[in-house]
């Protein structure tokens, strides 16, 4: 049931972002002081230390896979193969071999799968499994959060607040709210409730 709520807070198209408003009926959340919020991660495929990055997937394996293996594999082994893969991926710039402490290169296919996956466990604790957002729409649209709040402005400062203390990891987030917003190529707007 969690994965399901993982896969449907994820969109990468802007058509499969307008689906997800409409199929998760969005506009039943919109009130008139319905607050439009958008939040875009600008260091989302470098945020992550290599070691939060094993951690955090390690924490999803375990708690979506009930600590089972995955075709024979164990969590452990998966963590050390991560862990290979990140220490061990090299470039080359003016002749000087260099590896990465944070995030990947941007030539990798596994790059934006990790980042998902990593920032999952944020989404999940702040948003997801928050008693004060359980009223609310999210959905992750790259590396951009959009969101719905029907609370109070003060609780939403609080809320934000708390979101950039929550991590260890230093999230660099451009914060964006009101009746209407843009999301990438999308113009939302709350018109009293519609």
Same mark, same amino acid.
């Given at each position: 049931?969690?994965?399901? #709520? ?5 969109v ?7 689906q $997800? ?12 002081? #319905? ?16 070691q ?27 963590e050390?193969?991560?862990e ?14 260099y590896t ?8 990798? $296919? ?13 989404k #999940? ?18 590396d ?9 402005k ?41």
């Amino acid at each position: 049931m969690e994965s399901n #709520t993982l896969k449907q807070s994820v969109v990468n198209q802007d058509f499969d972002f307008i689906q $997800c408003l409409h199929h998760h009926q969005c506009s039943s959340k919109l009130k008139p002081t #319905t607050l439009l919020v958008r939040i875009k991660i600008r260091n989302f495929f470098s945020l992550f230390k290599h070691q939060s990055v094993v951690d955090r997937i390690g924490y999803l394996l375990a708690k979506h896979c009930q600590n089972q293996p995955i075709n024979h594999i164990s969590i452990v082994t998966i963590e050390r193969l991560l862990e290979l893969y990140l220490k061990y991926t090299l470039f080359i710039f003016e002749d000087y071999i260099y590896t990465f402490n944070h995030g990947m290169p941007n030539e990798t $296919c596994f790059r934006t799968l990790l980042s998902n996956l990593c920032l999952y466990y944020w989404k #999940t604790k702040k948003f997801q499994d928050n008693q004060q957002f359980q009223n609310e729409f999210l959905l992750q649209y790259n590396d951009e959060l959009f969101f719905t709040w029907n609370q109070s402005k003060e609780n939403f400062h609080i809320f934000l607040l708390e979101l950039k203390e929550f991590s260890d990891d230093d999230i660099d987030m451009d914060i964006e709210y009101g009746q209407q917003i843009n999301i990438q190529n999308i113009h939302l707007e709350n018109r009293h409730g519609q």
